[in-house]
């Protein structure tokens, strides 16, 4: 089983719509999570960081359940700007802090 | 900001030749890694280095070297490149190993080997 699982959707939705996706992670030892976005041939690039407490950043918002061990990101009034790939990453604690990502979730936004 | 250059945007190689792909960071980070990015498995994690001249196998090390001589270069070999190994190559860097430290990725290799 892998240790970060996400949806590959694709989510196929219309602009304004609010969109939200999880991400669960199998290991407990598991001490920070970050959700990177990628675009389509590009990098991944940082979107946000993930607290405990949950943290919001304009029209995204992350939520981290230690409990059920999954994080989440809700996207608010979409828009077509917002299609890409949002990565789940997970940094386990060992020797170093090894990030461990999702194999992602494809998002369309349309008109 | 946080820049990463990689040497090459595209690469087209022949099976069995050695290939060396570059990796520059500009921000005196301590950690880099080389990921390949494959449709349909995400990216998987080649190697890392946490300071110059020490690395660690990641998840998928087999067919691949590297090297960190300098602090600022983190170079990745394919000693003889193979048709599996065409992909996609990010490298990316981390100022350190604390556990919100954030990795910064350079815009990528597409290697092809023929």
């Known amino acids: 089983r892998k240790e970060v699982e996400q949806d590959p959707g694709p989510f196929n939705v219309p602009e304004g719509a609010t969109v939200a996706f999880n991400c669960t992670y199998s290991?407990?030892?598991?001490?920070?999570f970050f959700w990177y976005r990628q675009d389509c041939r590009k990098e991944p690039k940082l979107l946000m960081s993930v607290y405990s407490s949950g943290n919001e950043d304009g029209r995204f918002t992350a939520q981290l359940n230690r409990a059920s061990q999954y994080i989440s990101l809700l996207i608010r009034d979409s828009k077509l700007s917002d299609s890409a790939t949002y990565l789940c990453?997970?940094?386990?604690?060992?020797?170093?802090?090894?990030?461990?990502f999702g194999r992602g979730t494809s998002l369309i936004v349309h008109p | 900001d946080v820049k990463v250059t990689q040497s090459s945007r595209y690469l087209v190689k022949r099976t069995g030749e050695k290939v060396f792909l570059e990796c520059v960071q500009d921000m005196d980070h301590e950690n880099m890694f080389w990921y390949r990015q494959d449709p349909g498995l995400g990216l998987r994690l080649i190697y890392f280095?946490?300071?110059?001249?020490?690395?660690e196998k990641g998840d998928i090390p087999e067919g691949y070297s590297v090297s960190r001589e300098k602090k600022e270069r983190f170079s990745l070999i394919l000693e003889s490149a193979s048709t599996n190994q065409t992909s996609m190559y990010l490298c990316?860097?981390?100022?350190?190993?604390?556990?919100?430290?954030?990795?910064?990725f350079g815009p990528g290799t597409r290697l092809t080997v023929l």
């Open positions: 990453v997970v940094n386990i604690a060992g020797g170093s802090y090894i990030p461990t």
């Open positions: 290991n407990s030892a598991s001490q920070s």
């Open positions: 280095s946490y300071d110059v001249k020490m690395k």
């Open positions: 990316a860097s981390r100022a350190g190993d604390s556990s919100t430290d954030t990795q910064y």
